[in-house]
């Protein structure tokens, strides 16, 4: 009788298992965006103490599960911040900090956020992926 | 014997998945399918087709208004891909896989019913797209009527037909219905929304160029700048422009009774 080799035996299971798998974890690779002068730490803070969440959904912040505006989970991915601006650091900062006076006709309101802590915030949302 | 078959076949299942996402497959637009899976793709499409439009009725085909009207939908739309007589396809079309091979061919072989139901619903990854959405039903018939008078032409025959033609396009589909989520989930697709946004109850890309859908019927603002409602969701859908004259959102051609199916869908979203 001829003697069939464990790894024949346990290929069925092997294959399947390491398909499935595979299928399941196959992102994409997100970019890691850095603000200048930005701390996430700090920014994420600072979105709780602007009640940001009562207009966003955003991960992470507490309470954070307003509809108002858009649901910021992955906003690293998004492409462009308020459908006409492209998403980059610093129109984002300037956005957080200003929204009418890139989008006039916005319901974003200007909620009085410091360069500095805009900067924070940015580096929060960045992380957001 | 029926367990050790079925093992062998989830097996193969298992092993072409992983084939697939090991990346050996070339899926190149330049390099041939390999033979067997060429005429696997081509045999289920041909067999699918046929076993599709078994049941549809095909009407009288032979008006020649009907057949006018066809050229003008065929030389509108379908040359660009499948060329005509004397007239090569466009470069877009050159170099896709599978090619749109030349009508008169098909057309010689295929039933009505089979050239009316691949036009009105496309072919899945193949490039032939479904006409449905841009086409009335008379319109398709009216390509199909044409397309049975293509293979008797020449390229004279041809020109001389197309100066008799009117020039008023294709007809979209007309449509005076109730809004109806399920279509509006089609119509979603069919309008290629989902090349920029996440939608749920749609697999695409994993793209977020406008904002994700979900649970859209919660939001309070549409685009950040219009209430909720349903008539200006249907104003943004059809004319986003008019809305927000810098938005990234083109204006798409939707028609106003599949922006209130979208609607629907979308309102449906919590």
């Known amino acids: 009788m001829r003697r069939r080799a ?42 709780e103490s602007y009640g940001c969440g009562a207009c966003h959904v955003i991960p992470g912040v507490p309470g954070a599960r307003g509809l108002t505006g858009p649901p910021l989970n992955s906003f690293a991915r998004h492409v462009y911040i308020a459908g006409e601006l492209p998403n980059e650091p610093e129109l984002l900062v300037r956005w957080i900090r200003d929204p009418p006076s890139l989008a006039p006709q916005t319901a974003m309101p200007n909620l009085g956020v410091s360069e500095a802590t805009a900067r924070d915030i940015a580096a929060y949302l960045y992380e957001l992926r | ?152 032409l020449g390229v004279r025959e041809y020109r001389e037909l197309l100066d008799t033609v009117a020039e008023e396009a294709c007809m979209q589909p007309e449509g005076e219905h109730e809004a109806d989520p399920r279509r509006g989930l089609a119509a979603l697709r069919q309008y290629a929304c989902h090349g920029c946004h996440r939608i749920p109850g749609i697999r695409g890309p994993d793209v977020y160029v406008g904002p994700p859908l979900e649970r859209f019927a919660e939001r309070a603002y549409i685009a950040g700048v219009l209430p909720n409602t349903r008539e200006n969701l249907v104003r943004w859908i059809t004319k986003p422009q008019s809305v927000s004259p810098l938005t990234l959102m083109p204006d798409l051609g939707v028609t106003e009774a599949h922006a209130h199916d979208m609607a629907a869908y979308l309102e449906s979203l919590r």
Request: charged letters at 20%.
């Open chain 1, 6 to 47: 464990p790894c024949i035996r346990a290929s069925p299971a092997v294959i399947l298992g390491a398909t499935l798998y595979l299928i399941a974890c196959n992102g994409e690779h997100v970019p890691h965006v850095t603000v200048a002068g930005g701390n996430a730490d700090r920014g994420r803070l600072a979105v």
């Open chain 2, 1 to 152: 014997m029926a367990a050790g078959a079925g093992l062998l076949v989830l097996l193969a299942g298992a092993a072409g998945l992983l084939v697939m996402y090991s990346g050996v497959y070339d899926i190149s637009a330049i390099e041939q399918h390999t033979a067997p899976v060429y005429r696997a793709l081509e045999i289920g499409m041909r067999n699918a087709v046929r076993r599709r439009a078994a049941g549809i009725e095909t009407p009288p085909l032979d008006d020649e208004a009907l057949v006018r009207r066809g050229l003008r939908c065929f030389h509108d739309n379908c040359v660009q891909c499948h060329g005509g007589p004397g007239i090569a396809p466009a470069d877009i079309a050159k170099g896709l896989q599978p090619v749109p091979s030349s009508l008169a061919q098909t057309a010689r072989d295929w039933r009505p019913a089979e050239l009316y139901w691949v036009t009105r619903n496309g072919i899945k990854m193949a490039g032939m797209p479904a006409w449905a959405y841009r086409m009335s039903e008379r319109d398709l018939w009216a390509t199909v009527a044409f397309l049975e008078r293509l293979p008797h």
